[in-house]
């Protein structure tokens, strides 16, 4: 579907949200990276949270394209792969408008995807830069304590992991999860072999992320 003007997509979301106060989308994305990697992980979150944290998710969440009004139909987007990310010019314009009405955006990097996100992301917000997230910051206490911030699921590079966001009135609206790997840990154990240790970790901060963005 064709972009619609800003002003007309801020006005579906506001009718929207309320509608689907807490449902989750994949967002598609193009440039041949993988968005559709880890086809376990968020059913496997969804059922965590709705056990653990009193939401009402729906457990097999849909797929939406960055360039869609559909987007404004669900408050959390989640976007994850490896490799390559491109955001059209309408791509772009759509995600603005979508995060600063109220929407919020969880990247999760597969592995591989950070330097084309960062560049794409220049499109989105080009006055805004990615900040990292201290770990007194509330997402890492909402539902579950992390004292040392986001926690590590796997090694890849072996550098520390990092929870970058983009904030508009002091409210964290995309969230960056770079060198963790959440979703590995939320994907089926026969998948990664992931100790159970690290698949709860996992499962404890996406519920912290999907708590924050659906309560702030």
């Not at 997509?9 to 989750?24: D, H, T, Y």
């Not at 592995?111 to 890492?140: A, C, Q, S, T, W």
């Not at 072996?158 to 609206?173: D, S, V």
């Amino acid at each position: 579907m064709k972009l619609l003007t800003p002003l007309l997509s801020i006005f579906l979301l506001f009718m929207a949200f309320p509608l689907a106060a807490q449902e989750i989308a994949i967002l598609k994305y193009n440039g041949g990276g993988d968005w559709y990697s880890n086809p376990t992980a968020l059913p496997n979150l969804i059922r965590f949270c709705n056990e653990n944290i009193g939401t009402a998710i729906t457990e097999k969440p849909e797929t939406v394209e960055a360039g869609s009004i559909n987007i404004f139909q669900y408050p959390f987007l989640h976007m994850t792969g490896h490799g390559n990310v491109v955001f059209s010019k309408e791509d772009a314009e759509n995600l603005r408008t979508y995060l600063l009405s109220g929407g919020f955006l969880h990247i999760d990097d597969n592995y591989g995807m950070e330097p084309y996100l960062r560049k794409e992301l220049g499109k989105v917000f080009p006055n805004r830069e990615l900040e990292e997230l201290g770990k007194d910051h509330r997402i890492f206490k909402q539902e579950y304590n992390f004292p040392e911030g986001l926690p590590k699921i796997h090694e890849h590079d072996g550098k520390r992991p990092q929870a970058l966001g983009i904030f508009n009135e002091n409210r964290l609206i995309l969230l960056f999860t770079f060198e963790s790997d959440l979703g590995d840990g939320w994907e089926d154990p026969a998948v990664h072999n992931d100790p159970e240790d690290a698949r709860e970790k996992a499962l404890q901060m996406g519920a912290n992320i999907i708590s924050y963005a659906f309560k702030n």
